[in-house]
Every structure is written in C-alpha cells, then in structure tokens.
C-alpha cells in the first residue's frame, strides 16, 4: 500500500496537466515566476493529443493568440490562454516563442510617416544602406500607401488615419537588433485580438460619441489657468482668445464641433486659506451655441489676493483637475491648454496635491486620449525658477518624437506678455478649428514640412514656433480621429522588420521614433512592482532620518517573498541581483536607477539625491495605481482570473 501511495504522489504532477485540469505552465529556463509562452501562427489549431490524428479541440484559433506552454512533446505543445490549465496541443512550428514580454505601440503621428513593414532583415537593412536612402524610402512610401506589390514589403500602417486607441493591439518584438548606432531592427508580429468587432460605442450604442457637423471630430479644449498673483493680464487675454475663437466657429458654421472649458488654479489652501482654492472648475465644457455662459464665467475670475507659500503652484492639480472632471465623453479630440508663469509645486512639497510627477501626469493624459499643450510665461520675477519649470512643462507635454508641446511666452514685462501670450493661444486653438473644418470637409491635412525653416526674429518666434507646434499637433488628432471612426485595425502579419525610428527622418540624420516600447504586465505583477517600490521607499525613507546602515537589509527583510535569499551579503550587490524586483523586469532594453542600485551608491547620494530618488518612485507608485483603475484598457485575452489580465506599459513608466 505504501509503494502503491508513493507511485501516485510521483503520478500527480502528469496526471494534472490534462485537458481541463488545473495545473502551472512551465517556468522560463533559470526563473521562479516567469512562464513560458507562445504566440500562434495564422492556420494554427489545437488537437486532443500531440497528433494530427486526434480531435481538433479548437478549429477557430484566433491569430497570433497569446498562450502559456504547460507540456513539450515530440514537436508539439501543450498550451492554454491563462496559467491555470492547458487547453490542446498545437504544433510548435506554428507558433513563435515570446517570454519577455516586449511589445510596441505606434508612436503618435505629429512628426513620422506610417511604420512600413519589411519582409525580412537584409530588406530593412539595404534600404538603410543605400546611398539614394532618401529616395528609396519615398518610393516604398509612395508603393505602401498606393498598395502595390513590392516584395520588400509585407504590410504598412495606415496612411489615412491612425490605428484606433480603442482597439486593443500587439506587436510583440521577437527579435532585436542594432546594426546602426542608435537605430535598432525589431523583428515583430501584429496581434490585433478584436479583429472583426466593434469596440464599444463605433455603432452608435453605448458609449459612442457624437460627431460635430459633417462628421467633424468634436473637440474640447481646456484652459488650465494660473489665477495667482500677476496673473491677470493673461486671464483677460484668455476670455479675449476664447471670444475671437468662438467667432470664428460661428463664422465658419461649426457651432457645435468646438467646445472650451476652462480650469483655474493656484497653490494649497491648507498653507495659504487666502488663496481661496487649490483648483476650481470655472466652466464645463460649452460650444459656441452657448457661449455666453463661458465667457459670463470667465470674465467673473480674478487674481488672489494673497501670495502663495512658494513661487511654484500647484500646476499638477489644476490639470490633474482637468483630466478627472471635465465633461470629456463627448469630444473625440481633446487638449489641455495650461498657462502659468510659474513651475509646478516640487514633489518634496508637503503641500502638493498629486503624487504623479510631470512624466506620469503627461502619461495618464495620454491614456485618457488628452494632448498636453504647456504654455510657460518667462517674466523677470521668475527667472531663476526660468529652467525648473520649463523641464517640468517639457516632461508635461512631451511628444513621442522627441519633442514637447511646450511653448515659452517672453514677457520681459506684462504688456509685452500678454500680447505674445494671446497671439500664441489664439494660434494653437485657430489650428484646431482649421483640423475641424479640413475634417468635416473630407480635406486630409499633410504632415508639416520636417526640415527647419530659418530662424525667425526673436519677437516674432514664438508665435512661429506655436504654428508650427499646432500644425503637427492637428495633423496627429485628425488621424486620430479618423482612425477612431473608421476603426481602423493595426495590420496582421506573421513576422516582419520595422526600425524603431522614422526612415523618412532618419535619411536626414533626425531619430524621431516610430514606435514606443512597453512591457506587458499582469495584475498581479503590478500589484507586487508596487509592493516592492514601497519597501524600498520605505526602508530609504527610513535610513535617511536616521543615517542607519541597513538600507538594503530593510527592503530585504520587507521583500522576503521576492529576494532570492534575504539572508545574502548585500556588499557589491544590486538590487537586481538580490533579486528584489520582479523577474519581469531582468533583460528589459532599459537602464533602471533602481534595479543597478548599490547599497553604497546609496549613502553616497545627498540628502537632496536622496529625496528626489525617493520621490520619483512615489510618483511611479501613483502612476501604478491609476493603471490599476483604468479598467478599459486591461486586456483579457479570454483569461478568467482577473490577476492574470494584461496592461501594456511604457518602459518609460518602470522603476
């Protein structure tokens, strides 16, 4: 009886693993918690058994699923879409290997042509070698868009809109390599797991949006106002911009296709209760239909009367603001116009109001479908807060092409500020209404010219630099908008080659990306990235008031459940090597402050290095927390356990 107990318990592990039954996929060679898994290949099905012979359990695979590996046998796999049970055998040359995770996203299109997908290595790679590389990439442009056959080219992004943000797509990177510096070649597949649905809404059914006149993309501007001290002048020129605007709309017979909000803001009540209000909400979004009541708002808001603890304000807020409480469901294209002649409460700041940082603000606002346009006013006063401000406000708005959508308004005195200040607003809402009309007309609007014009006259540069921010910013929002009513698809492909950067650009020595990197991420990976930033946070927090010697004896001991031994010597180590951080994060093409720390790089930091390192980890932490409510944009995959769900993240948004 007891050899017959034995032989069952040596049993148990394989007789788990059949169809239906609960068991765990194998782990990634030299890992505790990473699983193995696959993408499957077009025509793919899976089999009762590991044979041709046996039943199709699974006629309808869907392309380029994404599925665990529980079992290997003689070519083929045993596979399941979550980590709980294997659901049929598939023949492993029809699928691809794909353990790391890494997928791409398109970058927005304010300055880059559509990502061309090549046939193979050699292709990509001749096309950047040759000596006409300007005049070849042109031609393969001109062929993919007129859809004509090349055998360099496998498929092509649209040319005519932009893939919708509403569809759930992956472009898993396969392979990577870097035969130029700073140009790396990903080997790629296109997913696209809601092929031959609508998301919700594109057929008038819950959620959808209503288009402005002609089909036009409604679109909501808001204004996030500084209404502290010295502030006025560019209040008043605001209800100015918001006027002249509405005449145009109303000129132009788009009444209802344009609607502006505005938000006012200055710093924290709880140290200064004179200031009134932290944030407040002077008008909901109103079209021109209605705009006496705006403007009515508008014209009633004031300066403080008291000066605020800090020369910086709490700018976070009012956009944060913004974002949550404006009526944004009904517009398709979307802006925040915030103006301020000061920086953004720093996040050391007791009194701030948010705990993301500029990058994670610019982020969330990116998955909300919201441009950040940051209108920073230089006056005399502020100078020496001149640099802080604006690498914030470029943080705030930073676009994927390597630039922002800051502007700097010169204001060597009120007058001279406000008149620039509303030249340069009246220039970036006037675009928007020229995207409007273009639109609703059928006009397809062309990519700016990508080389630099001469350098205008100083007075003259910013309203210049405005136009041509405002250009490339309603260039990408019409594609947007396009691709959101068309529902339009990224393009399916077994496997293909794509640079990372734009070619187009790139024959001129310009590295503006095509594509962004993001790791996709489970629930349950998240919820422990977040568990173990905050013992690191805490432990550093902890040893920095009280000068203790055990920083990374405290994370340890607080991550017992990640460290692969909490007992090792910290001397020389990591915290990668320690393995406080996720396996996840090991191999990922990033530098990572925190997993290359060294408990000596630690106390060789300032108080000040100290704190600052403390502070972008609490910002990761609340950027984390808001991935975590964003339930629109979690991908199931079939999966049934929520903690197995899939966000893509930015590589930029890691640790």
């Known amino acids: 009886m007891r050899y017959l107990l034995m032989l069952l318990l040596l049993l148990c592990p394989l007789l788990a693993c059949v169809q239906g039954a609960d068991c765990a996929p194998l782990l990634q060679d030299g890992k505790k918690t990473l699983y193995q898994r696959v993408v499957s290949h077009p025509g793919a099905q899976l089999y009762a058994d590991a044979s041709e012979s046996s039943e199709v359990v699974n006629r309808s695979l869907k392309t380029f699923t994404v599925l665990y590996v529980f079992e290997r046998k003689d070519g083929w796999i045993n596979v399941g879409v979550d980590t709980h049970r294997p659901q049929g055998w598939l023949k492993e040359s029809l699928s691809t290997r794909w353990d790391q995770s890494l997928t791409l996203l398109f970058a927005p299109r304010t300055g880059r042509?559509?990502?061309?997908?090549?046939?193979?290595?050699?292709?990509?790679?001749?096309?950047?070698?040759?000596?006409?590389?300007?005049?070849?990439?042109?031609?393969?442009?001109?062929?993919?868009?007129?859809?004509?056959?090349?055998?360099?080219?496998?498929?092509?992004?649209?040319?005519?809109?932009?893939?919708?943000?509403?569809?759930?797509?992956?472009?898993?990177?396969?392979?990577?390599?870097?035969?130029?510096?700073?140009?790396?070649?990903?080997?790629?597949?296109?997913?696209?797991?809601?092929?031959?649905?609508?998301?919700?809404?594109?057929?008038?059914?819950?959620?959808?949006?209503?288009?402005?006149?002609?089909?036009?993309?409604?679109?909501?501007?808001?204004?996030?106002?500084?209404?502290?001290?010295?502030?006025?002048?560019?209040?008043?020129?605001?209800?100015?911009?918001?006027?002249?605007?509405?005449?145009?709309?109303?000129?132009?017979?788009?009444?209802?296709?344009?609607?502006?909000?505005?938000?006012?803001?200055?710093?924290?009540?709880?140290?200064?209760?004179?200031?009134?209000?932290?944030?407040?909400?002077?008008?909901?979004?109103?079209?021109?239909?209605?705009?006496?009541?705006?403007?009515?708002?508008?014209?009633?808001?004031?300066?403080?009367?008291?000066?605020?603890?800090?020369?910086?304000?709490?700018?976070?807020?009012?956009?944060?603001?913004?974002?949550?409480?404006?009526?944004?469901?009904?517009?398709?294209?979307?802006?925040?116009?915030?103006?301020?002649?000061?920086?953004?409460?720093?996040?050391?700041?007791?009194?701030?109001?948010?705990?993301?940082?500029?990058?994670?603000?610019?982020?969330?606002?990116?998955?909300?479908?919201?441009?950040?346009?940051?209108?920073?006013?230089?006056?005399?006063?502020?100078?020496?807060?001149?640099?802080?401000?604006?690498?914030?406000?470029?943080?705030?708005?930073?676009?994927?092409?390597?630039?922002?959508?800051?502007?700097?308004?010169?204001?060597?005195?009120?007058?001279?500020?406000?008149?620039?200040?509303?030249?340069?607003?009246?220039?970036?809402?006037?675009?928007?209404?020229?995207?409007?009309k273009s639109t609703a007309s059928g006009k397809l609007m062309t990519l700016p010219e990508r080389r630099e014009k001469p350098k205008p006259a100083p007075e003259e540069a910013?309203?210049?630099?405005?136009?041509?921010?405002?250009?490339?910013?309603?260039?990408?929002?019409?594609?947007?908008?396009?691709?959101?009513?068309?529902?339009?698809?990224?393009?399916?492909?077994?496997s293909s080659w794509i640079p990372d950067k734009d070619l187009a650009h790139l024959a001129h020595s310009e590295p503006v990306p095509a594509v962004e990197v993001a790791v996709l991420l489970t629930k349950n990976q998240l919820s422990d990235l977040r568990d173990q930033i905050s013992a690191i946070i805490d432990s550093a927090e902890r040893t920095k008031k009280t000068d203790s010697a055990d920083f990374f004896k405290g994370i340890l001991s607080a991550s017992a459940k990640m460290a692969r031994d909490p007992n090792m010597p910290t001397e020389g180590k990591t915290l990668a090597e320690l393995g406080v951080l996720g396996e996840f994060l090991e191999g990922l093409p990033y530098r990572s402050e925190v997993m290359l720390l060294k408990e000596d790089d630690w106390y060789r930091k300032s108080v000040g290095e100290q704190t600052a390192f403390i502070n972008r980890l609490k910002s990761k932490?609340?950027?984390?927390?808001?991935?975590?409510?964003?339930?629109?944009?979690?991908?199931?995959?079939?999966m049934s356990s929520a903690g197995d769900w899939v966000y893509r993240v930015p590589l930029d948004m890691l640790p």
């Open 621 to 638: 932490i609340a950027r984390y927390e808001e991935y975590d409510r964003d339930r629109a944009n979690w991908e199931s995959f079939g």
């Open 113 to 436: 042509d559509p990502v061309v997908f090549y046939n193979s290595f050699d292709d990509l790679r001749a096309v950047c070698e040759a000596t006409d590389m300007d005049r070849q990439v042109r031609e393969i442009m001109e062929k993919a868009k007129a859809r004509q056959e090349d055998p360099r080219i496998v498929a092509a992004e649209p040319a005519d809109s932009a893939v919708s943000s509403e569809r759930f797509y992956l472009m898993p990177i396969l392979e990577t390599q870097e035969p130029f510096d700073g140009v790396k070649f990903l080997k790629v597949a296109s997913i696209n797991p809601g092929k031959g649905g609508k998301p919700k809404g594109a057929d008038g059914g819950d959620g959808a949006r209503k288009e402005g006149k002609d089909g036009a993309p409604k679109t909501g501007i808001a204004i996030v106002i500084d209404t502290s001290i010295s502030m006025k002048p560019y209040i008043d020129q605001s209800l100015k911009v918001v006027k002249t605007i509405y005449d145009r709309i109303e000129k132009e017979g788009l009444t209802e296709s344009v609607g502006f909000a505005v938000v006012a803001f200055r710093s924290s009540t709880a140290a200064t209760p004179k200031l009134g209000y932290t944030t407040e909400i002077v008008s909901d979004f109103v079209t021109a239909k209605n705009r006496a009541k705006l403007e009515a708002s508008l014209a009633k808001v004031d300066e403080a009367k008291a000066s605020s603890h800090d020369f910086n304000e709490d700018s976070l807020a009012g956009v944060y603001q913004a974002i949550e409480s404006l009526s944004w469901e009904d517009y398709d294209s979307r802006i925040v116009m915030l103006v301020s002649d000061a920086g953004p409460l720093r996040q050391e700041d007791r009194y701030a109001s948010v705990r993301m940082g500029p990058a994670e603000l610019d982020d969330f606002a990116k998955q909300k479908g919201i441009w950040i346009v940051a209108l920073h006013v230089k006056s005399p006063g502020g100078k020496k807060n001149h640099q802080y401000a604006e690498e914030a406000y470029r943080a705030l708005s930073k676009t994927a092409d390597g630039r922002s959508n800051y502007q700097a308004i010169n204001a060597p005195n009120p007058k001279t500020g406000a008149k620039y200040f509303e030249a340069v607003a009246r220039s970036i809402a006037g675009s928007m209404v020229t995207m409007v």
């Open 462 to 494: 910013p309203v210049d630099s405005a136009e041509d921010m405002a250009s490339r910013l309603g260039y990408a929002m019409q594609l947007d908008f396009l691709g959101k009513r068309q529902n339009t698809e990224a393009p399916e492909v077994v």
